[in-house]
């Protein structure tokens, strides 16, 4: 499983864009950054979107996406997958005839260049040799979902999208071998209060989620750090105990 980061800041700023992780160049989770990070060629290449919530910065790149691929009059399409409250967040928004074209009806509502399909957390889905559970995080009043894709080799990666302290994705990850988490921390510890209002984890309270964990995963990916609080960030997260992490930059490829 290789996946690209795009984007992996919690804001925008010179050399740090939203959120955006491209699965084996067809499956995009999150979509706060493609058509900046990507070719035309690529960007056709992009099949699914699962979408973690409705947020500007995880949605961001989806206009631009679609309006890229029906231009190159190749015949590429996209298939949103998300949960209802999200794609309701779409339709009524975005994708609305006023802020931009419903693209579900171009090029004709027959063969229209964007789908959408909600999802359920109690489902798992079999898209190309993955199989991919949707579970509901808390990310304070916002619907919010985090992801868990597993390939045919059992190889597993757990992504949880925005979120403050939450147990249900822990819960599910147990009996799993999660080669890979991609976990939040938007926040330093200074700011927890902020944090935790706003659905979000400091270096201190990614450590207590991490003790919920059956197993620590081999690879801890950090992701959504604010801009202006990069520094203070980075050196709590070098200086927790019993744990190691890796911090994301735009342009990074794991390999899981």
């Known amino acids: 499983m290789k996946i690209t980061v795009l984007g992996s800041s919690g804001s925008e ?29 690529a960007q056709c290449k992009i099949t699914h979107i699962f979408l973690t919530h409705s947020h500007l910065d995880h ?47 171009i090029p004709t509502p027959a063969n229209p260049s964007l789908r959408y399909q909600p999802i359920s957390t109690r489902e798992v889905l079999d898209i190309r040799g993955y199989r991919i559970q949707a579970t509901r995080v808390n ?41 890979c988490l991609i976990v939040e921390v938007s926040f330093p ?7 935790l209002a706003s659905g979000h984890l400091t270096p201190a309270l990614l450590s207590k ?8 995963p081999e690879r801890i990916l950090i992701t959504h750090l604010k801009p202006y609080h990069r520094g203070a960030i980075e050196e709590q997260l070098m200086a927790l105990q019993d744990v190691r992490v890796e911090i994301l930059s735009d342009g990074a490829c794991i390999h899981v």
């Open 139 to 179: 990310h304070g009043t916002v619907p919010a979902y985090g992801y868990i894709l597993e390939n045919s080799a059992g190889d597993t990666v757990v992504y949880t999208g925005d979120t403050g302290p939450t147990d249900r994705i822990w819960r599910r990850t147990r009996g799993r071998r999660i080669g």
């Open 59 to 105: 949605i961001k790149a989806i206009p631009f996406l679609v309006n890229n691929i029906v231009a190159s009059r190749e015949g590429c399409s996209l298939l949103i997958l998300s949960s209802r409250q999200v794609i309701a967040d779409l339709r009524r928004n975005i994708f609305n005839n006023r802020i931009w074209p419903d693209f579900t009806l």
């Open 189 to 195: 510890d200074e700011m927890a209060d902020l944090a």
């Open 209 to 216: 989620e991490l003790k919920k964990m059956a197993q620590i």
């Open 13 to 41: 700023a010179p050399g740090q864009n939203p959120p955006g992780f491209l699965v084996d160049d067809f499956l995009l989770m999150d979509a706060g950054t493609v058509s900046l990070s990507l070719d035309m060629e």
